[in-house]
């Protein structure tokens, strides 16, 4: 039988139980604390006086290559790696950098450059105004704290993604000469040289790719905002420096806080395609505005049926937000379901559910009540389950509708499943696997007659079907009760 | 002992507690979402170092949020990684399907962690955050800079990867 669960459990289940042997040992607890206790070499805090000094005897044996370049970048750098950030350096230490700043032609407001160095002013105060002073400089930072890159882009008003490969190579010089790591955790960025593709001709090849892969013209490659790094990387210092080309097309470029959508294509360094891949959103992929409500009350009340109401609540998909105006697992909420929300998904090309398709209905006031159907089923089932009252109450409360396929012939329909928090689902998969009890099963009977039609039991695949995710008619030759209603 | 010694004694303790719930779930997302266990690694510790460093700034509220949370930095952090140098490096990797316990599988979890993470990445990542990290669709909409309306999409059109996947899967067995 075919076995397609793929709920939330099941992908839990198989990849806690699949990975089972992948743990986060307490090998890797101790990198993280290295790391965080100061696992970097020579983590030595340093202060802003004796940072300059080195930076000046660096800024010496350094040739400009970018115009752009200013002196206290440096400093900064240095700083980074010693002392992180600038919001985490000292009071003393962000002021000397305001006075660093203004040394090299940078104009800040009077009155707060004085209070910098009032003897009054507290060094609290102090390291606010600094930081205030900084962020009119250089506007939010990119990422939470303000970096050197984000200086960098401030004053040459482009992001450093689109950088020319120049500049990148030289702060990411000037970054791995202060941080050994550095070049094994990001790869140091460099500028093609004797021996390298140009950047042109390996721009061509990414073009390339792009066109092969997603069938873009080269008008609307044009059009795309381009990000190009040449980088080279080694795990260790013993290993061989690995070449390579990242090519990003941006859709739509990166802001603060916001990642962007791109195109990306990497080459080998001799021009080979090793690897495409993409974060586009597709013009296909956009729920039409109308129908995002519909589609997340679906997918909340989808989450609901699978992992159980309890855990649903607990993770704040709370019913009353999910149908807000009816309670779907009601009569009436299917019947208000299959008037109102059926018709609009299906017409918006949303029909992803076959309940779409499930004619669900208020009852005739001539058919028999809804307590007495669900008497009428749970008999019915206790007798599938060898009259076992225990055993039925694993299945929570049934899921009762009321279903016009035939006029002439409506029908009450009782759903059992496994509606219980999740916890309790898990071992209860395990004794339905094991065919100890059924997956659930559902009753239909007569709504005029009270006459049972059919009882069935579900298997794999329909209870983890149950309210028709799968395309109507897709899985015709496995749907429960066909002949009920033939 | 000053404030700032509290303070980072609070936030030692809070990360070895989350290094101890969410451990093994953080390199197992790591692992599934990069296809490679070194990568995995890597990815897991530097998200909880970022964690780290990201408690003064958004330290997260307790339970769910804080797992939605650490899920995110985690697939930030494999975004980062899938991007940049690390993960052209293959030299040392140890791929996904050569870590998978077979033994452990009961004939068909094996299919389908295989599938998921055999996925495109921008499917593969809102599948592994909806129902193996229990995110909500706001939460991974946040987490990815994407909106509610992509991430029901891509569950959407993930799911119907699955179900094709698995089905001509378990059609050729």
Avoid at chain 2, 4 to 30: F, H, P, S, T, W
Wanted: charged letters at 25%; glycine letters at 6%; proline letters at 4%.
């Amino acid at each position: 039988m075919t076995k397609l669960p793929y709920d939330d459990l099941f992908i839990r289940e198989a990849i806690d139980t699949g990975l089972s042997r992948v743990r986060f040992t307490q090998r890797n607890k101790n990198e993280v604390w290295m790391r965080i206790e100061g696992g970097k070499p020579v983590k030595k805090k340093l202060s802003l006086a004796l940072v300059l000094a080195i930076a000046l005897a660096l800024v010496a044996v350094t040739a400009l290559a970018v115009t752009v370049w200013k002196n206290y970048y440096d400093t900064v750098a240095q700083k980074e790696y010693t002392d992180g950030y600038f919001i985490d350096w000292s009071a003393e230490d962000k002021v000397a950098f305001i006075d660093l700043l203004i040394e090299n032609g940078t104009v800040f407001d009077a009155g707060k450059v004085t209070k910098l160095h009032d003897a009054g002013v507290s060094e609290v105060e102090k390291s606010r105004i600094a930081e205030e002073l900084v962020t009119e400089k250089f506007g939010e930072p990119r990422q939470g704290k303000l970096e050197i890159r984000d200086m960098i882009s401030a004053e040459i008003g482009e992001l450093f993604e689109f950088w020319p490969l120049e500049l990148k190579a030289k702060l990411s010089e000037l970054q791995s000469s202060y941080d050994p790591y550095y070049q094994r955790w990001y790869g140091k960025s460099l500028v093609p040289g004797e021996g390298d593709l140009s950047e042109s001709d390996a721009t061509a090849i990414a073009r390339g790719a792009l066109k092969d892969t997603y069938g873009l013209s080269d008008a609307d490659i044009d059009a795309l905002k381009l990000s190009v790094a040449f980088y080279d990387y080694a795990d260790t210092e013993d290993d061989p420096l690995i070449r390579a080309w990242l090519f990003e097309f941006y859709t739509k470029p990166p802001e603060p806080g916001v990642a962007g959508e791109a195109y990306f294509v990497w080459l080998s360094a001799d021009g080979e395609v090793t690897g495409t891949d993409d974060n586009v959103t597709d013009e296909a992929e956009i729920v039409p505005e109308e129908m995002v409500g519909i589609a997340e009350r679906f997918l909340a009340w989808q989450y609901i049926s699978q992992v159980g109401r309890e855990k649903a609540i607990k993770m704040d998909v709370r019913p009353d937000i999910v149908v807000p105006d009816i309670n779907l697992f009601t009569v009436e909420g299917f019947a208000l379901f299959a008037r109102e929300w059926a018709q609009p998904m299906k017409a918006a090309g949303r029909g992803f559910l076959g309940i779409t398709e499930i004619p669900y209905a208020l009852p005739d006031a001539d058919s028999i009540l809804q307590e007495e159907a669900l008497a009428i089923a749970n008999a019915a089932m206790m007798g599938q389950l060898g009259g076992s009252g225990e055993i039925l109450a694993y299945y929570g409360n049934p899921s009762i509708s009321y279903r016009v396929y035939d006029v002439e012939h409506p029908v009450w329909r009782v759903g059992y499943f496994f509606n219980i928090k999740s916890e309790e689902r898990l071992r209860l998969h395990d004794l339905a696997r094991k065919g100890d009890i059924p997956w659930g099963g559902s009753v239909y009977i007569d709504a005029k007659t009270g006459e049972i039609q059919s009882v069935r039991q579900y298997d794999e695949f329909f209870a983890n079907n149950w309210f028709g995710e799968y395309e109507p008619g897709e899985f015709d030759h496995l749907l429960p009760e066909p002949e009920a209603f033939g | 002992m000053t404030a700032a010694n509290v303070a980072v004694g609070d936030k030692a303790l809070i990360i070895e507690r989350l290094m101890e719930d969410y451990g093994d779930q953080v390199l197992r997302l790591c692992c599934v979402y990069l296809k490679d266990r070194a990568l995995a690694e890597d990815a897991a510790q530097d998200s909880f170092v970022k964690a780290y460093k990201a408690l003064d700034r958004a330290p997260p509220t307790a339970g769910q949020g804080e797992k939605a949370w650490l899920s995110r930095i985690a697939i930030n952090t494999c975004k980062d990684y899938r991007r940049g140098a690390w993960f052209r490096r293959r030299a040392k990797s140890v791929p996904l399907d050569q870590v998978v316990d077979m033994t452990a599988s009961d004939g068909y979890d094996a299919p389908l962690l295989a599938e998921v993470s055999s996925l495109p990445e921008k499917y593969r990542v809102v599948v592994l955050l909806h129902y193996y990290q229990g995110m909500s669709a706001e939460e991974i909409a946040a987490a990815l800079s994407v909106s509610r309306s992509s991430v029901y999409s891509r569950l959407k059109a993930a799911h119907s990867m699955l179900r094709a996947n698995l089905d001509r899967r378990y059609s050729d067995d």
